[in-house]
């Protein structure tokens, strides 16, 4: 079974602080994707990566940055969280030339 | 941008009884799939179905595809309490990263 885990469910942070979420994808997946998720707005794309070191921007990555330094980790990055940061990421990874994603369980986040 | 528009946005059923969800989308798209995610956690994937494809199953689910209209339906047939969940459509529009476009979802909640 694909399993994707990101490192925290919860995390509450303070307005300005850096904060790293990481996810890691133990499938030699080459694609990988961040999104957040709101009430009434569904799934949004932040950023995703089809290969090491390789990004692109998604749907809203302002305020948000990205790392994939591994193949099986892709990590997102707030440079100064802000209390519209406040949601649930989700990450996702997914073969080249496929369109199957799978899922982590989310990390809900909290900026106060 | 949000592609893909289900209805309704809430759906309250007996246990037993069949579930209708609805999906719109606006551009054209390599195939489209249907997600389920429970309560605060992660998407699971449920079923693809390519554009040329007019309608698929799998298990309990049906999923049929109108390209002229731009929509698709997600039909749970015998619905238990354990399919309560949210569940998301979601478009690829062809390209090899995989990239999805998310639909706010529908709540369906199936009462014992």
């Known amino acids: 079974d694909v399993k994707v885990t990101q490192s925290s469910r919860y995390l509450v942070k303070r307005t300005g602080e850096k904060v790293f979420l990481e996810c890691v994808q133990d499938m030699d997946h080459e694609n990988m994707f961040w999104y957040r998720q709101d009430p009434g707005l569904g799934l949004r794309l932040i950023y995703f990566s089809y290969d090491v070191k390789m990004k692109e921007k998604g749907d809203i990555p302002e305020g948000y940055s990205v790392s994939r330094e591994k193949k099986e980790r892709f990590s997102l990055i707030l440079e100064s969280a802000s209390t519209n940061q406040t949601s649930m990421y989700l990450c996702a990874s997914g073969n080249r030339g496929r369109y199957e994603q799978y899922f982590g369980p989310g990390t809900r986040l909290t900026v106060t | ?112």
């Not at chain 2, 689910?61 to 238990?80: E, M």
Request: aromatic residues 6%; hydrophobic residues 30%; positive net charge.
């Open chain 2, 1 to 112: 941008s949000q592609q893909g528009e289900e209805d309704p946005q809430a759906l309250s059923i007996q246990e037993g009884e069949n579930a209708t969800m609805n999906c719109s989308y606006k551009t054209s798209i390599n195939n489209l799939q249907w997600y389920r995610q429970n309560s605060g956690r992660g998407l699971v994937h449920l079923i693809l179905i390519r554009s040329n494809e007019r309608e698929k199953h799998s298990g309990r689910l049906r999923v049929t595809l109108d390209t002229s209209k731009k929509s698709s339906s997600l039909l749970i047939t015998a619905s238990r309490a354990a399919d309560t969940a949210s569940y998301f459509c979601a478009t690829a529009g062809g390209t090899s990263y995989g990239k999805l476009t998310f639909g706010q979802g529908t709540i369906l909640t199936v009462h014992p």
